[in-house]
């Protein structure tokens, strides 16, 4: 609390006395005034992002030095009162006096915008802007900013509050036989409304960040909780201070090659050798490491001086035409017998982990979050880099080769069938002649808003829900129990099913480029299946086709699940239903799951009949109405976009190949959906 007054005084005295400075002063005072003037400008916001934004630029110089060759240990520790600290063991930021500019080069780094570059040497030639930028930055939204270096036998000192001197000159503490940088700051609350770091996120990031740069010790400590005294001129690591705080560290011999193989790390590799490389090429510096898994999906992620681009760019582009390209040529030229070429791109991206890295000058991105490269060099090197070097490696590794292209053929016959179907069932007016599937009980009102369908799981459960139902509002129509067993299925596969096609017809929409909400002939569409794992697994199928083929009927609020009951509870001539445990456990009074129990009731004993339906297809007609038909009774509940996406996200996992994973997967999330209405 006093610190904090006494460097707000500082601060404000300073810049009310401006005039008794030096002119550098001056200068260096305007320049970080600027940042805390307008913060968004240099670390995006002044929220959550923004806070954190300070650790990764303090982070990157130290990482630079480790990808420089000059240090192997980072650290990075939380402290007690919102303070930070990142340490390294590389050369130490210099501390002689320049000549021009007559102040040290700790200082200049300290107090100077864009200060970095002029003394970026060959270790600094790719990190993603100029070295030491980021620490004046920090400097200016920080109340109180520690530095400490390591260096030709001495170590020196420097203090900032809110970017002004504190301590003047560089000082020399004492000797020191260690090299390195330790650069401590707490963020300026005047600044930044909230101050609480997340320890995920840090975590998250340093993890990713620890894969670029290879053989680089990585420690992240969180401190924050710590009481007792931190010894800030001793010690050089906070781990050696042997403290009990949680800590993480990371340690990648591979880099990018153990990138890979951790995104993999579930999964069946197809081929044994992962492949890397790392080249220049036109002063771009690249980095490729791959590996292909039993996986329909693609796992690709893209690096531009170690800043992550969520979406691609350059580098990404390049590194896609050669994949393909290569691939092609491999098979043309291996002149393999009885394959035929032509993988699109999508074809040799299924199942395949890739990370493209890229590290070069001058570097451009597009949009303000550096989500995506736009600097043209990198597509070429990359493209050159990259099919060069797999070319070689397949031709090197022939059962690697040999797994990879049987792998992208798979994807290729898969692809084509798919469209196939497709077309068959998208060809406009397909369904066009088609009159009402036999196997659907209409309703009698023509009023879509009026009418409802239930998709019933099987033959029986069809029968008794078509005896059961209100006939003026209520269609029925039965799925055969099993849509689809077919392993790998796609659901264009599906499309082309009769059920569904069935299905198809009686909503009335059509499907495709004529596909029309306005024409569904029901505003209420019921999925009903039973309550065991057939059931979810048919459930998500279908919930699955609508999000990806009928979004606007979710959207719409029209499609539901129907929540049948799980118990019928009989006590004498009163029958209760109960759909959850616990509603069960109420009704009978205990919580064992016996079918037949005696209670007292006064003088006379009751038997209470507890039965459990395992399907719909167990409940007669009026079982059915009552309890799952009866507007007045049911319980409906309504699907949102959200439990869309995550049944399309789980149909991945349910048509993988492994059939084990998947009735555990099933079983494991039957049973979460939550009622509502
Ligand atoms: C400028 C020049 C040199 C090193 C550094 C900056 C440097 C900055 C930071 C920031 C955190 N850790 C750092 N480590 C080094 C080169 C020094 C030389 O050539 O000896």
């Known amino acids: ?22 002119a550098d002063d001056i200068t260096v005072l305007e320049g970080l005034e600027a940042v805390r003037r307008r913060p968004g400008m240099y670390i995006g916001t002044t929220g959550v992002d923004g806070l954190h934004h300070l650790i990764w630029e303090i982070f990157d110089n130290s990482r630079d030095e480790a990808m420089g060759g000059f240090a192997d240990n980072v650290e990075v520790a939380l402290l007690p009162g919102n303070r930070v600290r990142v340490v390294d063991n590389g050369r130490g930021i210099p501390v002689d006096k320049h000549k021009k500019t007559k102040v040290s080069a700790l200082e200049t780094i300290m107090t100077t915008l864009h200060a970095g570059g002029k003394f970026g040497g060959e270790g600094y030639k790719y990190s993603g802007g100029l070295h030491g930028v980021g620490v004046s930055v920090v400097n200016a939204l920080s109340t109180h900013v520690r530095a400490e270096v390591h260096r030709d036998g001495g170590q020196y000192v420097q203090e900032y509050t809110r ?41 998250e990031h340093l993890r990713q960040q620890a894969y ?54 579930h999964q069946k590799a197809m081929h044994k050798n992962i492949f890397y490389v790392e080249k220049d090429h036109d002063d771009v510096h690249v980095e490729v490491a791959l590996q292909y898994v039993d996986d329909i999906s693609a796992r690709l992620s893209a690096f531009a001086n170690n800043i992550y681009n969520p979406e691609g760019g350059m580098h990404v582009t390049g590194f896609k035409t050669a994949l393909t390209r290569t691939l092609n040529n491999y098979v043309k030229k291996a002149n393999l017998k009885g394959i035929e070429t032509g993988f699109t791109g999508d074809d040799v991206l299924e199942g395949l982990t890739a990370v493209v890295s890229v590290k070069m000058e ?25 099919a060069t070097a797999f070319a070689e490696f397949l031709e090197e590794n022939p059962h690697d080769a040999k797994a990879v292209i049987m792998k992208a053929v798979l994807a290729m016959k898969a692809r084509k069938a798919a469209k196939a179907a497709k077309d068959s069932v998208l060809r406009k007016g397909a369904l066009d002649g088609m009159t009402l599937p036999g196997k659907l009980a209409d309703c009698q009102s023509k009023s879509a808003e009026d009418s409802e369908i239930f998709i019933v799981e099987g033959d029986s459960a069809g029968g008794s829900s078509k005896q059961g139902r209100d006939r003026k509002t209520q269609a029925i129509l039965p799925l055969r129990g099993k849509i689809l067993n077919v392993e790998r299925a796609r659901l264009d596969k599906m499309l082309a099913n009769n059920e569904i096609k069935a299905l198809v017809v009686a909503l009335g929409t059509a499907i495709g480029d004529t596909f029309d ?49 799980l118990y019928k509870i009989k006590q004498g001539k009163e029958v209760q239903y109960a759909y959850t445990e616990e509603e ?5 009074g205990h919580d064992e799951v016996t079918t037949d129990s005696d209670v007292e ?4 004993k009751t038997k209470i009949n507890v039965q459990r339906y395992k399907g719909l297809g167990e409940m007669n007609p009026d079982e059915l109405w009552e ?12 699907v949102t976009i959200e439990d869309a996406q995550e049944a399309d996200r789980v149909f991945d996992t349910l048509m993988g190949t492994d059939v084990a994973s998947r009735k555990s997967f099933i079983q494991s999330h039957a049973k979460e959906a939550t009622l509502d209405i």
């Open 362 to 386: 001058e570097i451009q991105f597009e949009g303000q979050t550096k989500a995506k490269l736009g600097s043209v060099e990198a597509r070429g090197a990359v493209e050159t880099v990259f």
């Open 212 to 265: 670029l740069v290879r053989g680089m010790r990585l420690t992240i400590i969180d401190a924050r909780e710590f009481a007792g005294a931190l010894d800030d001129t001793k010690t050089f690591y906070l781990k050696e201070q042997a403290l009990d705080v949680p800590s993480m560290s990371f340690y990648f011999e591979g880099g990018l090659t153990s990138l890979v193989s951790f995104q993999n790390r």
């Open 627 to 638: 309890t799952t038909m009866d507007p007045e009774r049911r319980l409906l509940k309504r």
């Open 584 to 588: 069960r456990i109420a009704l009978v």
């Open 163 to 203: 970017g002004g001197k504190k301590v003047a000159a560089t000082k020399k503490l004492g000797t020191s036989k260690k090299h390195g940088t330790i650069i401590t700051f707490e963020p300026d609350p005047i600044i930044f409304p909230e101050i609480e770091f997340h320890w995920k996120t840090i975590v």
């Open 1 to 22: 609390m006093e610190r904090v007054f006494d460097t707000l005084f500082l601060y404000n005295s300073m810049v009310e006395k401006k005039g008794k400075y030096g």
């Open 517 to 565: 909400v306005e024409k569904l002939r029901y505003h209420k569409v019921i999925i009903a299946t039973d309550a065991d794992v057939d059931g979810a697994h048919i459930r998500t199928l279908l919930m699955t086709l609508f999000y990806r083929y009928f979004k606007p009927i979710i959207e719409g609020g029209y499609l539901y699940i129907a929540q049948p009951p």
């Open 601 to 604: 009731e006064g003088a006379k």
